[in-house]
T-cell receptor, first 113, second 118 residues
Framework: AQTVTQSQPEMSVQEAETVTLSCTYD???????LFWYKQPPSRQMILVIR??????QNATENRFSVNFQKAAKSFSLKISDSQLGDAAMYFC??????????FGKGTKLSVKP | DTGVSQDPRHKITKRGQNVTFRCDPI?????LYWYRQTLGQGPEFLTY??????LEKSRLLSDRFSAERPKGSFSTLEIQRTEQGDSAMYLC?????WGQGLLGSGYTFGSGTRLTVV
């Protein structure tokens, strides 16, 4: 069975600085997708960025980028120029052949002004 | 389309009562998912539908839980004889299905229904 591990329960970053959230996963599949979701307090979960496993190029979305290391089964999220609105729970998620998302336990990100 | 809607937003019920939640997915999406999220944890998969067919149920979904998606549109999740351990946020999400670009698509989540069993 696939698993997703986020080893940082909480992280903190100064406004305008850069922070990296870690994620590792375990799978025997070769084709899959990886996602980062953001869940602000008391608000719905929204998709931040996704990565196709067959692509070597790391995905980027404005201030958000990933470092995808397929051999190491690592998928970290880098947030550049952190803003107060980035404060939220961040979940790493895996989607394989079944099409269902498997989530990690999340990392709570705080942004200090 | 206004996204995924869930109703109610909050539900407080006494132990032993039955509760039912509703989810209205994005109309073009064939797949509908139910997840449960407890405080400080990631969402845990409960079940999903491809159109009206319930294709998979997690072991978390005890026999007190039942989900339906009549006609492949909205879905309901019912919990019978609620227990305090059922207190959680119940999330619904939808996504494109097979033939619609399933694998590469993320989910669109609703705002969730927060259940408190007292």
């Amino acid at each position: 069975a696939q698993t997703v591990t986020q080893s940082q329960p909480e992280m903190s970053v100064q406004e305008a600085e850069t922070v990296t959230l870690s994620c590792t996963y375990d799978t025997s599949e070769s084709d899959y997708y990886l996602f980062w979701y953001k869940q602000p307090p008391s608000r719905q979960m929204i998709l931040v960025i996704r990565q196709e496993a067959y692509k070597q190029q790391n995905a980027t979305e404005n201030r958000f980028s990933v470092n995808f290391q397929k051999a190491a089964k690592s998928f970290s999220l880098k947030i550049s120029d952190s803003q107060l609105g980035d404060a939220a729970m961040y979940f790493c998620a895996y989607k394989g052949s079944q099409g269902n998302l498997i989530f990690g336990k999340g990392t709570k990100l705080s942004v200090k002004p | 389309d206004t996204g995924v809607s869930q109703d109610p937003r909050h539900k407080i019920t006494k132990r032993g009562q039955n509760v039912t939640f509703r989810c209205d997915p994005i109309s073009e999406h064939n797949r509908l998912y139910w997840y449960r999220q407890t405080l400080g944890q990631g969402p845990e998969f409960l079940t999903y539908f491809q159109n009206e067919a319930q294709l998979e149920k997690s072991r978390l979904l005890s026999d007190r839980f039942s989900a339906e998606r009549p006609k492949g549109s909205f879905s309901t999740l019912e919990i019978q004889r609620t227990e305090q351990g059922d207190s959680a946020m119940y999330l619904c999400a939808s996504s494109p299905g097979w033939g619609q670009g399933l694998l590469g698509s993320g989910y669109t989540f609703g705002s969730g229904t927060r259940l408190t069993v007292v």
